[in-house]
């Protein structure tokens, strides 16, 4: 018996059956000390209960960072994360930036022209000469 | 050769000079001057050199700054070289203490010194000497050196002696004002004659609702109008129509401020002031406020943060502080600002999520490496390597 | 073996449990689906309802348990609240189309050029569809109905529509994965003899949706909804046999 490749039975393809949100985890560094932080603490302080809350399927951690400009880094179920330095902005903006995270896919920010991704075989297969009407010349 | 002619046969000493280079005999007549020109600057000669004319008329005046003969001259090297032969120029005497001034000596020994009644100079030679250029240090301290400080070098303890100055403070500036003169002023004259300061600790203050204006009570008659003519001379004088007596008068009248030396019994034995009204009077006003105190640190020699001056309102609140009464920790001034991770932990909403996460510390890669489960392992591999102990 | 073929019965279990009318989840589901249907929604109240085969959603965050349906009702937003689908007269299928959508609909997979702000795109199922705009008033999770399709098809068989099939016929649905963005673009602009070159930067965001199920009625589902057969005519859409 010949030795074969286990094949792959299904691909994941979040959203076809289940959906989970890209963005699973949020990570909120803030700075104690440096005035860059001051929004990022006042929206940790203020509103970061209501984002939780609002968003219970995403984890959310907050911890220190000393000396550096505070930071939200979202965590995506590929396996990528991405960082937004939030330094001098306002609550607001913050929040902006979280649901920014949220949302995103958590892929690399690429120019593509087509809108269509596809991972299935051509529908109507593969186009043949010996096919269709014989051609005359 | 004649200095005149220097500017014009630049090339040809230099050439004779270096004998090394060999210069053909037609480029030697070439760079010879011509005789006929020559004679066309000749004529005109003077003791000056031409090189000196012409940068006198560069420069329009008959002492042009710069080097005498900036063209031709001997290099420093030169001079170096020919350091033992006598020079002709007249040599400037070296100042003997100045090491440092060996160095440019070559250099200083070029110039020209100047002569006559009066000549503007053009170099820093000869002239005074102001700052240092090193080893400030090893000089005498001159009359400027010196510093005398704002307040009085011996901080006041004792609670009476707050008293003392705060009461004293007060009565110099209800005075001011009632004289309507700048009320910081009172800080020129650092202590009073003994009379004088009788005459300050025998008035009362009775305020109404703690303002400043008609709170002063006089002993008599006689102490409002000596401590009215003492308080007209102190502060700025110009605004009067007699000034100019007054100065003449403040001179003689110096005695006012004491000499410092002298040994001073504080506030001249005086235990107690007599009464309670200066307490009341509030410092609600920044311009009464910041001359009271600054009287009053005067005086006492404490010194006022600027969260406390602003913290304060009444005069009493500010022998308290003085006192120790009130410190920046009572006034929760001093609080260090509180750290975020703590607050967050301790808010029931945040517990109450069961997706949030708050660390108080920073979250480093052992932190992750823990979470993930591979810490143990990584510390195994470590210690089995000998890494770690 | 034996494990792989339990794999796959798990895995298709799913979709078994999809097949299966669960009528309570009905609401929810249409509800979701319609909210954000894009086109075609008329006036008139609806004589007949837009019926859509349930589909089992699990993991939807918004989704509510089947018990609490009734109760999640009141809190859906008015601006949130369904179209109504707004037919006037049923659907009218024609006996050439009856004969032939069984060939269709047994043939899988099935393809869809699916039209939205009168672009076509072309989708199977399990694609991804990066809108060249952001969809407004979407949020990830959202369920969309495509209702606009030109064509359906499988390896031989295509439906054509005149120009479009009538949305009754095929069930198409995507979901909103979220919303991904682009470099930044500079675009450098320059002016004659002046060494001044002025920089336009621009990032736009895009929707991303993922199709979830193409689904072509069957005949019978058909007539059971209430679809009236007619002879063969014009303005009906056809299936026609790859040449």
């Avoid at chain 2, 014009?8 to 090394?20: D, I, V």
């Avoid at chain 2, 503007?120 to 000869?126: M, N, S, V």
């Avoid at chain 3, 689908?85 to 006996?95: D, H, I, Q, R």
Wanted: net charge positive.
């Amino acid at each position: 018996m010949p030795v074969q490749g286990i094949r792959t039975v299904t691909a994941a393809r979040n959203g076809v059956g289940a959906f989970i949100l890209q963005c699973k985890r949020l990570d909120f560094h803030y700075c104690d000390w440096a005035g860059s932080s001051r929004g990022m603490v006042s929206f940790l302080k203020n509103s970061l209960a209501s984002f939780a809350k609002a968003n219970p399927q995403i984890e959310i951690r907050v911890s220190p960072r000393p000396h550096k400009h505070p930071v939200i880094k979202g965590h995506y179920i590929n396996g990528r994360e991405k960082a937004v330095c939030v330094r001098n902005l306002e609550p607001e903006q913050i929040v902006q930036k979280a649901n920014l995270l949220k949302e995103a896919s958590g892929e690399k920010n690429k120019r593509t022209k087509k809108p269509v991704t596809s991972i299935n075989d051509s529908v109507r297969g593969i186009w043949s000469p010996f096919h269709g009407d014989t051609k005359t010349v | 050769m004649r200095s005149s002619l220097r500017l014009l046969n630049l090339e040809a000493p230099t050439l004779q000079g270096s004998k090394t280079l060999y210069v053909c005999s037609v480029c030697r007549q070439e760079t010879r001057p011509r005789p006929a020109l020559a004679r066309q600057f000749l004529r005109n000669s003077s003791t000056t050199p031409i090189t000196e004319r012409v940068r006198r008329k560069i420069w329009g005046t008959d002492s042009p700054p710069g080097l005498e003969d900036p063209y031709g001259g001997q290099s420093v090297l030169e001079k170096k070289f020919k350091k033992d032969q006598p020079e002709q120029r007249p040599q400037r005497t070296q100042e003997p203490d100045d090491g440092w001034r060996n160095i440019d000596e070559a250099s200083a020994g070029v110039e020209t010194a100047p002569s006559g009644e009066y000549e503007p100079a053009t170099t820093w030679e000869g002239l005074a000497r102001v700052g240092h250029l090193g080893r400030w240090t090893d000089f005498p301290a001159s009359e400027v050196d010196e510093y005398t400080s704002f307040k009085s070098k011996k901080r006041l303890t004792k609670p009476n002696h707050h008293a003392l100055a705060a009461h004293q403070a007060a009565v110099e500036i209800c005075l001011m004002q009632s004289l309507n003169k700048p009320l910081a002023s009172v800080c020129d004259v650092v202590e009073h004659q003994e009379p004088i300061f009788d005459l300050l600790w025998k008035c009362r203050i009775k305020p109404a609702d703690g303002q400043w204006n008609g709170a002063l009570v006089y002993p008599d008659e006689k102490a409002e109008q000596v401590l009215a003519y003492v308080f007209e001379q102190i502060g700025s004088q110009a605004q009067t129509e007699s000034a100019a007596e007054d100065a003449a008068e403040a001179d003689e009248a110096e005695p006012e401020t004491v000499d410092p030396e002298a040994p001073r019994s504080l506030f001249f034995n005086k235990a107690h002031v007599r009464d309670k009204g200066y307490l009341r009077l509030s410092l609600a006003d920044p311009a009464t406020k910041f001359a009271f105190l600054k009287r009053f640190s005067q005086l006492t020699g404490h010194y006022f943060p600027d969260p406390v001056i602003n913290s304060i309102s009444s005069v009493r609140e500010a022998i308290q502080y003085v006192g120790g009464e009130l410190s920046l920790k009572s006034l929760k001034l001093d609080a260090k600002p509180q750290k975020l991770g703590p607050q967050l932990t301790a808010s029931k909403t945040l517990q109450d999520l069961p997706n949030v996460k708050v660390f108080e510390k920073r979250q480093k890669r052992v932190d992750r490496d823990e979470e993930l489960g591979r810490k143990k392992v990584i510390e195994a591999a470590l210690r089995e390597r000998g890494l770690i102990q | 073996m034996f494990s792989r073929t339990a794999l796959a019965r798990a895995f298709a279990l799913p979709f078994e449990q999809s097949a299966r009318p669960l009528t309570t989840r009905f609401g929810v589901c249409l509800r979701q689906a319609s909210t954000t249907t894009t086109s075609q929604s008329h006036p008139e109240q609806p004589t007949e309802p837009l019926s859509a085969t349930p589909r089992a959603q699990t993991s939807a965050p918004s989704q509510q348990p089947p018990t609490s349906t009734p109760s999640s009702t009141p809190q859906i937003p008015a601006s949130k609240l369904p179209v109504a689908p707004a037919f006037t007269s049923p659907v009218e299928v024609t006996k050439s189309l009856l004969e032939n959508l069984p060939y269709l609909t047994g043939q899988k997979p099935h393809y869809i050029t699916a039209h939205l702000h009168d672009k076509p795109y072309l989708l199977t199922e399990g694609d991804h569809l990066r809108l060249p705009f952001l969809m407004p008033n979407v949020k990830p999770g959202d369920v969309l109905r495509f209702n606009r399709a030109s064509l359906l098809g499988s390896r031989e068989f295509t439906l054509k529509g005149t120009p479009y099939v009538d949305e009754r016929l095929y069930e198409c649905r995507l979901r909103v994965m979220g919303v991904d963005s682009e470099p930044l673009r500079v675009k450098e602009k320059t002016k004659r003899r002046r060494r001044h070159v002025q920089r336009v930067t621009s990032k736009h965001r895009y929707t991303l949706l993922r199709v979830m199920d193409i689904k072509i009625k069957t005949a019978e589902e058909l007539l059971q909804e209430g679809a009236v057969v007619v002879e063969d005519g014009k303005g009906v859409s056809e299936v026609e046999v790859k040449a």
